[in-house]
């Protein structure tokens, strides 16, 4: 049965790379969430080496909902996300925008809770794998990453969510522009924590998600940075500001 009805327009972004594998069931599953207004924005840039922007050029031919952006100019994830980001609000009139990732970590088959969050009025609805309902599937090693920088962010700045460093969430239009015009400190992945951060001033849910993550390795440099940008956060939040509220 197809989805009912809704007045909204859901824009979905996605950064792609090397996803030649999964590049077509994943626009076909995205898609069967989506409605005819709707748009799949997938971001590539030059790290896609393995012809998955020709391939998604391919697809949109037949699939309209879907937009192929090729950015060159890309020099990290944050960029990538945050190109994203503006061609959801220059090129799409979307009411809704939701970011997940490639490659079938996130599902496609969750996103109706997302819509279902957005349509109470909240601003911000945010994945969660570590409250009831969610799950983790990956390396050990990921796993106390994620769900640590969870616990020391909390902690410190004074959020109280399940999950700060997830990458699948929905804004309001008017949200993701705020975050836009703000901008980020990082460069890599915490870049999701300093969102959630802010995001935790405004009215947010959480939804319960499932992730399956591909890769054991982080950095010393993208947790370096993660540290420096945590410290910032607390000493910007020392006069604490009122909070949102959660479901």
């Not at 699939?63 to 061609?87: C, H, I, K, Q, T």
Request: net charge neutral; aromatic share 8%; charged share 25%.
């Amino acid at each position: 049965m197809p989805p009912p009805p809704r007045p909204q327009r859901l824009a979905v972004i996605t950064p792609l790379a090397n996803e030649r594998d999964t590049l077509d069931e994943f626009v076909r599953r995205v898609t069967a969430q989506l409605l005819p207004q709707d748009a799949l924005i997938t971001v590539f840039d030059n790290v896609s080496k393995d012809g998955s922007v020709d391939r998604a050029r391919e697809i949109a031919q037949a699939e309209p909902r879907l937009r192929v952006v090729f950015a060159p100019e890309n020099r990290s994830v944050v960029d990538a996300y945050s190109r994203g980001y503006r061609e959801a609000l220059a090129a799409t009139d979307a009411d809704w925008v939701l970011e997940m990732d490639g490659g079938l970590s996130h599902l496609p088959e969750q996103i109706p809770p997302f819509i279902d969050a957005m349509a109470q009025g909240y601003d911000y609805a945010g994945g969660s794998r570590f409250m009831s309902g969610g799950g983790f599937d990956g390396p050990w090693s990921r796993y106390l990453i994620s769900r640590g920088g969870t616990w020391l962010t909390n902690l410190l700045v004074g959020t109280r969510m399940h999950d700060m460093t997830s990458g699948f969430e929905c804004f309001t239009r008017k949200t993701l522009q705020l975050v836009v015009d703000e901008g980020v400190q990082s460069k890599a992945h915490f870049f999701q924590t300093e969102i959630r951060t802010r995001m935790h001033d405004l009215k947010w849910v959480e939804i319960p998600i499932r992730y399956n993550s591909p890769s054991s390795s982080v950095g010393k440099a993208s947790l370096s940075e993660a540290f420096r940008v945590l410290w910032s956060l607390r000493k910007s939040r020392r006069t604490a500001r009122p909070a949102g509220g959660a479901a």
